[in-house]
């Protein structure tokens, strides 16, 4: 039981009596004396600890009302009327955040010309097979924008989970897609909330074209259809090669590489713009990345 700060300890509780009557505070913690104060008018009651507080708190306990001399009608008794608190805002300390939304299409500028992407608040997504070197250059191409920006990626969100985490390299199956999903849900509201306080967002995930249910739908539905999707997709040599510096559970064999690089191919003809990066180390692809982007915000992809 909290009471105020500097607020006197309440009065003991007597067992089988009701809360003491007539108890003040000066009883329990007498004052100075003062000039034409009558001693002994207030004298502090006998007993073990207190345990409850005094009658009129907040949350004093319920109990039949002390008696009164004849002929004294009863004082009157506050009660503190019990409302349900008000809904909290959703507020940092004292800075309240906009609720975060679906992210909606990029609107492009009025005036003609090229959009400029670099200081535009976006949503990207950034598609690509293992060793695409999709990480890099989100990290590179957030770390270089003029606005705020935030990088997302989804293997990090599913390595969140340490104990009885769903490896795929063991085996795509039911718990590996949960927590797939549920770590793209996450990504999405994430996204979601940087976008509605004005912080540009770009993740990566390796979506495959053959596969609806780790598709694309799921990240439009989790983020919105402003997300503008851009696949970065090198040949499969330079895939190779940057799968081979990798370690821990983020390399895989060869013929995994392989695989999944053969499946990423069915992006081409599909609309969304894609980038050769076998060629270009990081800050070039990022520039090229810009490129695409104003081409997307102008005229945004169907998807």
């Not at 004082?75 to 349900?84: D, E, K, L, M």
Request: net charge neutral; proline share 17%; glycine share 12%.
């Amino acid at each position: 039981m909290q009471h105020a700060v500097g607020s006197p300890l309440p009065p003991p509780h007597q067992p089988g009596h009701g809360p003491a009557a007539g108890w003040s505070p000066a009883a329990q913690h007498p004052g100075p004396h003062h000039p034409g104060a009558h001693p002994g008018s207030a004298p502090a009651p006998q007993g073990p600890a207190p345990v409850g507080p005094p009658p009129g708190f907040a949350g004093a306990p319920s109990g039949p009302p002390a008696p009164h001399p004849p002929g004294h009608a009863p004082a009157p008794h506050h009660t503190v009327p019990h409302h349900s608190p008000p809904p909290t805002p959703d507020t940092t300390g004292h800075v309240q955040l906009p609720p975060g939304g679906p992210v909606p299409m990029p609107s492009p500028p009025p005036a003609a010309g090229t959009p400029d992407p670099t200081s535009t608040t976006l949503a990207v997504l950034l598609i690509g097979p293992a060793g695409a070197g999709k990480t890099s250059v989100a990290k590179y191409w957030a770390d270089h924008r003029r606005v705020p920006t935030a990088h997302i990626s989804l293997d990090d969100v599913r390595e969140w989970v340490r104990s009885g985490f769903a490896d795929p390299q063991s085996g795509w199956n039911d718990h590996s897609e949960a927590q797939y999903r549920l770590a793209r849900r996450t990504c999405g509201f994430a996204a979601r909330n940087f976008l509605a306080n004005n912080i540009s967002c770009i993740l990566d995930d390796a979506v495959f074209p053959d596969r609806p249910v780790v598709g694309l739908g799921g990240w439009k539905r989790h983020v919105g259809p402003g997300l503008l999707p851009v696949v970065l997709l090198p040949g499969l040599e330079i895939v190779l090669e940057r799968n081979a510096e990798r370690s821990g559970n983020r390399r895989l064999t060869d013929e995994e590489v392989a695989r999944i690089h053969g499946r990423m191919a069915g992006w081409y003809g599909s609309g969304l713009p894609i980038i050769d990066n076998s060629q270009l180390d990081v800050p070039q692809t990022a520039r090229v990345l810009d490129d695409v982007l104003a081409r997307s915000i102008a005229s945004p992809p169907q998807w």
